[in-house]
């Protein structure tokens, strides 16, 4: 029986273009010319995932165990991840000169995680054009690093590489080590951070900042994530560095105070689910891990190339919480009023997300022989899209790679889109009396 476009839904849909680009990606990464050595069919489907989410876990080291055409399908799986696959769909559509009819909007604006309809195909056209040309501009700036260092042909390579797996969170680097032989480069630092900075703040802000030029004009959303994003970054390099600054296996590595600044900073907003890491992870203190924790399970933006439970949904409810120990009606930011709607829908998304993460790090905690910080980190990081590891990701048995797997597509698609795939539509139209019950 041939299956028709309309009999899905948008998430539906969604998810399997998802899951259709992850097993094209396991295949490709299969055949002989993509691998130096073997690579199992766990491990291929695992590296796929991680590259279609823009995560950056590893089981295998990118720069070795793959050819350079396995690096660039690595690569294109991380464009595609990052920018949405619908947003390439209108993409081909413009070129072909077709028109998107609604069905199509519906599906980018559940894609993109937008409000509304109206204005959907104007965004995608500026993410393109606003991706492309930061990604371009990126790498010529990391190509002053390194093609003095490797020569033009790698040095170019290399630039190009780690300006798209930056800039889309991905988190992916050719060297074993990632980028702790570059903890105190200024060039790659800025470089690398602002890339996956701005693609963590999300489209919808940059095409605002862009249409507005004013801060004052700036919608809510567009406010939330820059003062946000400030406010959390710079709290996350004062905490990493107040508690690695006596770690004889981090900052007691490092001669300068310089050294130890750039290292704070970068490992700080990196955890926000871009995944390139300056230090060895496994070597932090428990308590810097700790609240690394949390700036991985907040995550970036909406509409951006990070995941998380995103940085909005975690403000509305803090905001909520105040909100209830003031004993205020309604909750407020800046004279404007939140709605119901989003409060619910934050509560929703924070709620799923960790249930599944409970539900993964118990299982883990059965079939890996691994500790339990080790694991839970694993789990959140995959949940985030975030790709640091404390060093367990190639030693998970086969079940725990595909555990992490489903998790890592839970955390890209988002625990809501996932739940609407599966749910049948609600047709009731009964509305009960309420009544209270109790709580706390």
């Excluded at 259709?20 to 489907?45: C, E, Q, R």
């Excluded at 095409?207 to 003062?227: A, P, T």
Aim: aromatic share 12%; net charge positive.
């Amino acid at each position: 029986m041939k299956l028709k476009y309309r009999q899905f839904n948008p998430s539906q849909l969604l998810v399997l273009v998802f899951l259709f680009f992850i097993i094209l990606g396991t295949i490709l990464l299969k055949l002989p010319f993509s691998t130096t050595t073997f690579v199992s069919w766990t491990d291929a489907l695992f590296t796929s995932t991680s590259a279609m989410t823009v995560t950056g876990l590893a089981v295998v080291d990118t720069g070795t165990a793959y050819t350079t055409f396995g690096q660039l399908v690595i690569l294109m799986l991380i464009q595609v991840g990052g920018l949405g696959i619908m947003s390439f769909a209108v993409l081909i559509f413009m070129v072909l000169g077709k028109k998107i009819g609604f069905k199509g909007r519906l599906i980018i604006q559940q894609a993109l995680n937008q409000t509304a309809l109206g204005g959907v195909i104007k965004l995608v056209k500026n993410l393109f054009l606003y991706s492309f040309t930061i990604e371009i501009i990126a790498m010529l700036i990391l190509a002053i690093r390194w093609v003095p260092e490797y020569g033009w042909g790698k040095g170019m390579y290399y630039s190009f590489f780690h300006s798209i797996s930056a800039f889309n969170n991905a988190g992916f680097s050719i060297w074993s080590d990632n980028l702790m032989g570059y903890v105190g480069d200024p060039i790659v630092n800025l470089a690398i951070s602002f890339l996956f900075i701005l693609g963590g703040i999300g489209f919808t802000v940059l095409y605002d900042i862009w249409d507005k030029r004013s801060f004052k004009k700036l919608s809510l959303h567009s406010k939330l994530m820059l003062v946000g994003t400030f406010v959390l970054n710079v709290l996350a390099m004062l905490v990493v560095f107040s508690m690695e600054y006596h770690n004889p296996n981090t900052f007691g590595t490092m001669s300068s105070l310089g050294d130890k600044l750039w290292a704070s900073y970068f490992q700080a907003v990196t955890t926000r689910t871009a995944g390139f890491n300056t230090l060895d992870i496994g070597n932090l203190h428990e308590a810097t891990i700790t609240f690394m924790l949390l700036l991985m399970f907040v995550g970036a933006g909406s509409a951006s190339t990070g995941g998380g439970i995103k940085l909005t949904t975690f403000l509305v409810i803090i905001l909520s919480v105040l909100t209830f120990l003031s004993d205020k009606r309604q909750i407020t930011i800046g004279n404007r009023a939140i709605k119901e709607t989003v409060i619910v829908r934050s509560l929703a998304i924070t709620t799923i997300s960790i249930l599944f993460i409970f539900l993964s790090t118990f299982i883990l905690n059965i079939t890996e022989p691994e500790p339990f910080l080790k694991i839970l980190f694993e789990v959140i990081s995959a949940f985030g899209t975030v790709g640091l590891s404390m060093g367990i990701t190639a030693d998970l048995s086969d079940l725990g790679k595909i555990i992490i797997v489903f998790i890592m597509f839970l955390g890209k698609l988002g625990p809501l889109t996932l739940a609407f795939s599966l749910a049948k539509p609600n047709q009731e139209i009964i509305r009960y009396p309420s009544e209270d019950i109790l709580t706390g």
